[in-house]
Nanobody
Framework: QVQLVESGGGLVQAGDSLRLSCAAS???????MGWFRQAPGKEREIVAA????????????SVKGRFTISRDNARDNAKSTVYLQMSSLKPEDTAIYYC?????????????????WGQGTQVTVSS
């Protein structure tokens, strides 16, 4: 079992930056990780993903050049953290942001591949 807890969301103005964190209850070195978001009335969508070793990343076209995903792969039984640095935020980035962990893939860009999810953190960008 992996428990994920997101933090760092909030209310910001367009153009501002935020850094989201996803703290895990155990090491995540064997999990591909991803950040997804869901706006009201819309389906959950991929924002960014990172491979198990952190060497490969994926970004949705809508966030390329503005968001950066990174991870801290703790060793052994230490806890790991995954980050999403968001810059030049836009009102259309407003959503609940979820962190996910996938044990079955080296890299995962679709939600069905994720085994574990956090509770989400709200990001609201005002114009």
């Amino acid at each position: 079992q992996v428990q994920l807890v997101e933090s760092g969301g909030g209310l910001v103005q367009a153009g501002d930056s935020l850094r989201l964190s996803c703290a895990a209850s155990r090491t995540l070195s064997n999990y591909a990780m991803g950040w997804f978001r869901q706006a009201p009335g819309k389906e959950r969508e991929i924002v960014a993903a990172i491979s198990r070793n952190g060497d490969n990343t994926y970004y949705a076209d809508s966030v390329k050049g503005r968001f950066t995903i990174s991870r801290d792969n703790a060793r052994d039984n230490a806890k790991s953290t995954v980050y999403l640095q968001m810059s030049s935020l836009k009102p259309e980035d407003t959503a609940i942001y979820y962190c996910g962990a996938s044990s079955g893939a080296i890299m995962a860009t679709i939600s069905i591949l994720y085994n574990y999810w956090g509770q989400g953190t709200q990001v609201t960008v005002s114009s």
